[in-house]
């Protein structure tokens, strides 16, 4: 996947104190006088700032939900959705690696490496601690309260599926330390439809308890609403901590989700994406 997505796209680009010219944007009101391009201002009536491409290796670090929730699958033929966040966790981090990154797997206690081994290093840990975290943070679905460097970026994938104010609470505590990162919410595609019919049973997968619903077709309504309700919530949560939330269902390509992840991660603009949303 990472080989795949790797042909035809170009680096990441990130603005910094390299040498080599990337753009020229308008003068902000937090810049200082000397970062003025005042040659490329003379031929407007506007100030313009000269900048540069980030030669310095970022540090990624990486979450993939293990709570029970991501055990599921509606279908034979689609994969859990745990084994689909751990497999883009892993090719992003490949191609990540690729492009001279350092990453980690969050609560792990690992240092951010580059190169191979660091990528065995994470698929060791997923496959033989399926997460670092904690017992209390994987009932939760969320990532762990861990200290990550200043101006460090996360890659978070889950189902996202906990109430929204503990994930915004979460989101807010990386930006206030200038964490930023993409939120990536992997659904089984039976999440979003409801598309049962008649008398169901459904399983709480998290110690919730079993509902059993005489004819579920008359919740579909609500219940959509109800997702979405939920989705714009934590649009509002990463855009209030400057992070990206992309959403990507089993049915849909995996290399589909790791392309428009990687693109998005190499523009600064914070707005939310979607991705392979069917």
């Avoid at 080599?20 to 313009?48: C, G, I, K, M, N």
């Avoid at 503990?166 to 439809?193: C, K, M, S, T």
């Amino acid at each position: 996947m990472a080989a795949t997505v790797a042909q035809g796209v170009h680096g990441r680009r990130r603005v910094g104190m390299g040498e080599t010219f990337w753009q020229y944007r308008p003068f902000e009101a937090h810049d200082a006088a000397s970062a003025v391009d005042w040659r490329r201002s003379a031929r407007s009536d506007s100030l313009f700032v000269r900048e540069t491409e980030w030669e310095a290796a970022q540090s990624v670090w990486l979450w993939a939900d293990a709570s029970a929730s991501m055990r599921y699958a509606s279908g034979r033929r689609l994969p859990m959705k745990g084994d689909r966040a751990r497999l883009l966790l892993l090719a992003s981090a490949a191609l990540l690696l690729r492009g001279g990154e350092r990453v980690a797997l969050m609560g792990a206690e690992d240092r951010p490496g580059m190169g191979r081994l660091a990528l065995e290093r994470i698929a060791d840990r997923l496959l033989l601690h399926p997460s670092g975290d904690p017992a209390a943070t994987l009932s939760l679905g969320l990532p762990p309260e861990e200290r990550l460097p200043r101006h460090a970026q996360a890659l978070l994938f889950g189902d996202f599926l906990s109430p929204a104010e503990e994930i915004a609470a979460r989101l807010a505590g990386f930006a206030a330390h200038r964490v930023g990162g993409a939120l990536v919410q992997v659904l089984d595609p039976a999440e979003e439809a409801l598309p049962f019919v008649g008398r169901t049973r459904f399983q709480g997968m998290e110690a919730e308890g079993d509902l059993v619903v005489g004819r579920v077709e008359s919740l579909r309504e609500a219940y959509a609403e109800r997702m979405t309700a939920h989705r714009a919530a934590l649009e509002d949560a990463c855009r209030a901590a400057g992070w990206r939330l992309l959403v990507h269902h089993t049915d849909q390509p995996p290399e589909q989700a790791l392309l428009t992840l990687y693109m998005a991660m190499a523009h600064d603009d914070p707005h939310s994406a979607r991705f392979g949303a069917g």
